[in-house]
């Protein structure tokens, strides 16, 4: 089993439409969870970092689930620009830190 | 903030060849992380440093892989000798602390043939 799952997609959504992404993780020293999105030949970049008591940054909330071991995001209001790719990342402290990317969920916003 | 900068950009070369990744972080971040990209395996971390120390090495793939922080402005990923299945996206990310956001450099797109 992958240490963080996600579901690859692609997800197809009109604009304006509200869509979620989920993420799982199995190693409960996972510590820091964060939400990078990834476009097309570019790096990834920082969307938003995941709190426990769940953040919201405009269109786009983040929750984190510690006893299921999931995180979500949640975006409403899609936009054509929203298209990219999300990648769940995980930071495990173990006595060292291990940085777990996903394999990231394809968004595709069609007009 | 000119950000994380990679060279070269793209490198094609052939199989058996040494090729050197090269990294300058953003100033001031402690730490950097190497990482490797392609479809089928995603994004995997290589290594990475803090105060130019390397920490976890565990994720490079073998000895023909090996990467140095000289000083807290520069850091390099040498392949030496190249294999075709060492192709790839290669990006260098750094952060002010371990638990902190990375910051990803554009990338270096690989082919070796």
């Known amino acids: 089993r992958k240490e963080v799952e996600q579901d690859p997609g692609p997800f197809n959504v009109p604009e304006g439409a509200t869509v979620a992404f989920n993420c799982t993780y199995s190693n409960s020293a996972s510590q820091s969870f964060f939400w990078y999105r990834q476009d097309c030949r570019k790096e990834p970049k920082l969307l938003m970092s995941v709190y426990s008591s769940g953040n919201e940054d405009g269109r786009f909330t983040a929750q984190l689930n510690r006893a299921s071991q999931y995180i979500s995001l949640l975006i409403r209001d899609s936009k054509l620009s929203d298209s990219a790719t999300y990648l769940c990342v995980v930071i495990i402290n173990t006595g060292g830190f291990k940085t777990i990317f996903g394999a990231g969920t394809r968004l595709f916003v069609k007009a | 903030d000119a950000g994380v900068i990679q060279s070269p950009r793209h490198e094609v070369t052939e199989m058996g060849q040494e090729v050197t990744l090269r990294c300058k972080p953003i100033s001031g971040h402690d730490y950097l992380f190497w990482y490797r990209q392609t479809m089928m395996r995603g994004l995997e971390l290589l290594i990475y440093?803090?105060?130019?120390?390397?920490?976890?090495d565990s994720g490079m793939p073998e000895d023909r892989f090996s990467a140095k922080m000289p000083n807290a402005s520069f850091s390099t990923l040498k392949i030496q000798p190249s294999e075709p299945r060492d192709s790839a996206v290669y990006f260098c990310?750094?952060?002010?602390?371990?638990?902190?956001?990375?910051?990803f450099g554009p990338g270096t797109r690989l082919l070796v043939l």
């Open positions: 990310a750094s952060s002010l602390d371990r638990g902190e956001t990375q910051y």
């Open positions: 440093f803090n105060n130019n120390v390397p920490i976890d």
